[in-house]
């Protein structure tokens, strides 16, 4: 097994690697897939841990105009900065998704404390629009 110091984890979603056991991610694609976890996760959609995720879920009917895209930017660096302490937030930037009236494009900058390397993700986010 390999040593890492960043972190180690099963692979999300979970899967099977070449040698028949259970695929891992590490380092920085583990710091990744943590964030996407986060992000994709509702407050309450874990019964052990009901604090654990990101409030954005709670805003899935409402329109895309500043207050929405504020409070999604708010609810992410909370939840990133709450959940995922390998990570120093750098910058949220929520924006329409031109190509896709019921999305939103979330833009993650962060810098990985352990390595001072910067990073950075984009997380799609849907609404239900009005009709």
Known sequence: MQSTFLGRGW?????????????????????EQAVRIILGTSKGERPMR???GCRIHELIFS????????????YVEEALGWWEPRIQMREV?????????GRLLIRIRYQIKATHDDRSLVYP???IPEE
Do not use: C, E, K, W
């Open 11 to 31: 692979s999300f979603p979970p899967g099977v690697d070449g040698r028949g056991g259970v695929a891992m991610a590490q380092d920085d694609g583990d710091i």
């Open 50 to 52: 009901p604090d654990f």
């Open 63 to 74: 329109p895309i105009n500043s207050t929405t895209m504020g409070l999604v930017g708010h």
């Open 93 to 101: 930037q929520v924006d329409p998704d031109p190509d896709d009236p």
């Open 125 to 127: 986010f849907y609404v």
